[in-house]
């Protein structure tokens, strides 16, 4: 959860480098990818029918503790921040990796976050999750965004509540094992094991990160906060999604753009290598240049939601607005410059391609999140 | 100045140390010996230089005191807030930007010794004699000829852009020494005296109106030889050093980067003032754009930021090389935005009477001038295609285009 904003969090500017210790943490995230995480794996992964790849994220969640970066110690967790996380994200959009870690360990998370922890309700599946015992997921169609007005479509009736109701393009639901479902009285923790509780796969445009359908049908679930704090826990999961976000697809670019580099350096045509035409050139030195500006603007989110800056809604809000595209733009490249192999099912530019143009979808298009800038920083369009 | 400036509140943190704490002691010290109010301009410039408090991570001696660079919001701050003049960064900008630096890693000790100061404080303005009518991008190509004389040098040939030139004392040249050798490899840096009788400056008209660069003309001009920079055949080499600052210099100013820079400054403060000023102008597309150009500004001040918090760890990255390129883009589609948002007043120019001014100011004048000036952000300083060449090659590793001009003699080369 971020922390309420303070007088002092917004007067220093923001960190947008990486401490040691988080370069160590991606050091030993990025070995786990290479060894685990090979895009051939990946592919093989996503074609399996399996949600996710479980042992990869049982190495990641619970053997190295990452599930629970945003928990505080006393809680269960690492009591890390949104800074680490961050990190955390990078590595999986560099191997585009098919875990639940967005949906699991950062939308859920944060969500239960903002539940009040001293209620066992909330403290138990919360510790659950962090020492990733559990996976969760957020029953919210994943195109929600920060600000969206509430439209809850499930129902709760009863005294030991039975919810009722349907909730689509949900992130990481197949396969988790509890669910927070927003109701129309609040926020309810569901056992996906439990009697009503159907989980319907959709064939999704990314292969890494499918979408279901969930549906409930009078499906036992326990309160975890009342509609008013409910409402602020789910939109205070979506802003540090959304600005977290930011940071997988960094990653995402920043693996399509290392690899047409690789690749256009050394495939040869007319006598040279590709990557020495003029045309090329120009259109690979102005995705690098993006690439950065995404980067900064990716770290300048996590550090906003990290130490709580008042400023931390435009923060994600810029991130939002310009790393989806960036990260469209490089897989887009990345195709195009690959000629006829990067349209092929075989090399792994297709995964990169479909994660970021789905996430760019994700918890808020670019022109959404620009139009909450409009409103943030007091630039309104012509009828407002 | 000797090197253990009296410091005399610097309390705990000592006279030497140049700590945040330090400089306030030492920028206390100065306005205490030098009032802003009653010293006239220049003798407080040069007070602040012999302080060392011009450009801190200068060495002692130079106006500086070999610290972070950092650390100058410091100075500046505390003399901004007593009153103090400043030296006026517009009118100076070749001085500052690209001959100090080069002076400094290249210059004699004499040399440092007798420019730094007056170019810190203003006194005398420097231009850059690079370009040529046959030499831009593919600078080392350049023909301007530089002939031994006795103890100097005889210089001629015909350069062009020159921006203050009809203002400078000083110029920083680039010459050739030796035809015989392969372009990069016959060139020699110098520092040219403008009131020789053999330069000749003659004002060149932008499309803005006025003329802010010239052409100059070198007939027999005497370069004594302690005034040339770096080693003969060495000056591609100093040369490089100048265009480094040049881009940084640039890409530093105004609209997206600067030190310790807030969000909507520069041209998109001046936009989005007019945007929330008249309501009335507003229109859908218009909306779409600013809010995009809003964010990609964003992006490049945070890009900028993040450049400096990596030289302050000691860690440069590569961006250095593309905030110029940003710079430029967003410069030129802001001002193209602000004519268009502008409506009729969108129509009207302010001046075009032929001018030759003093100062270089991007964000200047009126909406037309910096949508026309910003026409240049592009050009000045090396191209956007250059950049983005430099980009691809140096930063990213891809291979160099096939080149017939590397090795041959520079006489030889095709013309
Ligand atoms: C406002 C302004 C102020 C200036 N002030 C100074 C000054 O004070 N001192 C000074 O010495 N110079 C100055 N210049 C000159 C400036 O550095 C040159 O104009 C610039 O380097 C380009 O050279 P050029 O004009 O000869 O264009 P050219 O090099 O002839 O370029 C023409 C076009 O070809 C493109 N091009 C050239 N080579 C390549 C390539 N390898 N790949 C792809 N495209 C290429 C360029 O990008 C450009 O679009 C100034 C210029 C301007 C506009």
Same mark, same amino acid.
């Given at each position: 959860m971020t922390p309420p904003p303070s007088a002092a969090s917004s007067a220093t500017a923001p960190d947008l480098l990486y401490s040691e210790a988080e370069e160590d943490l991606r050091a030993a995230v990025r070995s786990l990818l290479t060894h685990r995480g090979a895009p051939a794996t990946v592919l093989a992964e996503a074609e399996n029918g399996r949600p996710y790849d479980a042992e990869l994220w049982r190495s990641l969640a619970s053997g190295m503790g990452t599930a629970g970066l945003l928990v505080p110690d006393k809680l269960g967790g690492q009591g890390a921040t949104a800074r680490e996380a961050a990190v955390?994200?990078?590595?999986?959009?560099?191997?585009?990796?098919?875990?639940? *870690?967005? #949906?699991? =360990?950062?939308?859920?998370? #944060?969500?239960?976050?903002?539940?009040?922890?001293?209620?066992? =309700?909330?403290?138990?599946?919360?510790?659950?999750? &962090?020492?990733?015992?559990?996976?969760?997921?957020?029953?919210? $169609?994943?195109?929600?965004?920060?600000?969206?007005?509430? #439209?809850? #479509?499930?129902?709760?009736?009863?005294r030991r509540p039975l919810l009722s109701g349907e909730v689509t393009a949900v992130a990481g639901a197949a396969g988790s094992d509890l669910l927070l479902v927003p109701a129309d009285t609040g926020l309810y923790a569901v056992d996906t094991e439990a009697e009503g509780v159907r989980i319907t796969p959709v064939t999704s445009l990314d292969l890494t990160r499918p979408v279901a359908r969930v549906t409930l049908a009078e499906a036992p679930g326990s309160l975890l906060a009342g509609p008013g704090r409910a409402r602020a826990a789910v939109d205070a999961a979506l802003l540090t999604g959304a600005g977290l976000l930011a940071s997988e697809q960094l990653g995402v670019a920043e693996w399509c753009l290392e690899e047409t580099v690789r690749y256009t350096g050394?495939?040869?045509?007319?006598?040279?290598?590709?990557?020495?035409?003029?045309?090329?050139?120009?259109?690979?030195?102005?995705?690098?240049?993006?690439?950065?500006?995404?980067?900064?603007?990716?770290?300048?989110?996590?550090?906003?939601?990290?130490?709580?800056?008042?400023?931390?809604?435009?923060?994600?809000?810029? =991130?939002?607005? *310009?790393?989806?595209?960036? &990260?469209?733009?490089?897989?887009?490249?990345?195709?195009?410059?690959?000629g006829g192999i990067g349209m092929t099912w075989e090399h792994p530019a297709h995964l990169y391609l479909k994660r970021a143009k789905s996430a760019e979808l994700a918890l808020g298009t670019p022109g959404r999140h620009r139009a909450t800038l409009a409103r943030l920083v007091d630039l309104p369009g012509p009828q407002d | 100045m000797s090197p253990t400036h009296p410091g005399p509140e610097a309390g705990s943190a000592g006279p030497e140390a140049v700590d945040a704490a330090g400089l306030r002691a030492r920028t206390a010290a100065l306005l205490a010996a030098h009032d802003p109010a009653t010293t006239p301009r220049l003798d407080f410039l040069r007070a602040r230089f012999d302080a060392g408090l011009a450009w801190i991570h200068f060495p002692e001696g130079l106006g500086g005191l070999g610290a972070p660079r950092a650390l100058q919001t410091v100075v500046d701050e505390g003399?901004?807030?007593?009153? &103090?003049?400043?030296?006026?960064?517009?009118?100076?900008?070749?001085?500052?930007?690209?001959?100090?630096?080069?002076?400094?890693?290249?210059?004699?000790?004499?040399?440092?010794?007798?420019f730094l100061r007056p170019?810190?404080?203003?006194?005398?303005?420097?231009?850059?004699?690079?370009?040529?009518?046959?030499?831009?991008?593919?600078l080392a190509a350049l023909a301007t000829r530089a002939v031994r004389d006795g103890d100097g040098w005889r210089v001629d040939g015909q350069k062009v852009w020159t921006s203050s030139a009809h203002l400078a004392r000083w110029a920083i040249l680039l010459a050739r020494t030796d035809p015989t050798v392969p372009k990069h490899a016959g060139l020699t840096y110098f520092v040219c005296d403008m009131t020789d009788p053999g330069v000749e400056v003659r004002p060149l008209r932008q499309i803005t109106g006025e003329a802010e660069f010239n052409e100059v003309f070198l007939t027999g001009v005497r370069v004594p030889d302690a005034h040339r920079l770096g080693a003969v055949g060495e000056g591609w080499r100093v040369a490089r050093t100048t265009l480094m600052n040049e881009r940084v210099a640039i890409g530093g100013s105004g609209a997206s980067g600067a030190p310790g820079e807030t969000r909507e400054t520069g041209m998109l403060g001046l936009v989005t003032d007019t945007w929330r000023a008249r309501p009335e102008l507003r229109t859908h597309d218009l909306h779409q754009r600013l809010l995009g150009l809003w964010v990609q500004a964003e992006a490049a001040r945070l890009t900028g930021e993040r450049l400096r918090q990596q030289l302050r760890r000691g860690r440069p990255g590569p961006e250095g090389s593309g905030l110029k390129l940003s710079f430029a883009r967003l410069n030129q589609e802001l001002s193209g935005l602000e004519v268009e948002l502008l409506a009729e007043d969108g129509l009207a120019y302010g001046d075009w009477t032929m001018t030759r001014p003093e100062v270089v100011d991007f964000t200047g004048r009126?909406?037309? *001038?910096?949508?026309?000036? =910003?026409?240049?952000?592009?050009?000045?300083?090396?191209?956007?295609?250059?950049?983005?060449?430099?980009?691809?090659?140096?930063?990213?590793?891809?291979?160099?285009? $096939?080149?017939?001009?590397?090795?041959?003699?520079?006489?030889?080369?095709?013309?």
């Open positions: 955390v994200l990078e590595e999986l959009g560099r191997s585009v990796a098919p875990v639940p *870690y967005l #949906t699991g =360990a950062v939308l859920a998370v #944060t969500a239960l976050l903002g539940c009040d922890t001293a209620e066992d =309700a909330v403290a138990a599946p919360l510790a659950a999750l &962090a020492e990733g015992r559990r996976v969760g997921a957020l029953a919210v $169609p994943l195109t929600t965004w920060p600000g969206a007005r509430p #439209t809850e #479509t499930v129902r709760a009736a009863g050394e495939r040869r045509q007319f006598g040279r290598p590709v990557g020495s035409f003029q045309a090329l050139k120009h259109r690979l030195a102005a995705l690098w240049l993006e690439v950065a500006s995404a980067r900064a603007v990716a770290r300048n989110a996590a550090d906003a939601l990290a130490t709580g800056s008042v400023d931390r809604a435009v923060a994600v809000a810029v =991130a939002q607005s *310009y790393c989806g595209e960036v &990260a469209v733009r490089a897989a887009q490249e990345c195709v195009q410059l690959h | 003399l901004a807030a007593a009153g &103090a003049p400043g030296n006026d960064p517009r009118r100076i900008g070749i001085g500052l930007g690209m001959a100090a630096p080069t002076l400094l890693q290249y210059g004699t000790d004499e040399q440092k010794r007798r170019l810190w404080t203003g006194e005398e303005v420097w231009c850059q004699l690079f370009s040529e009518p046959g030499a831009g991008s593919d009126d909406a037309g *001038y910096r949508y026309l000036r =910003a026409k240049g952000n592009s050009i000045e300083g090396g191209t956007s295609e250059v950049l983005l060449n430099i980009v691809a090659e140096r930063v990213l590793g891809l291979p160099p285009e $096939p080149r017939t001009d590397k090795d041959l003699p520079w006489k030889d080369l095709p013309r």
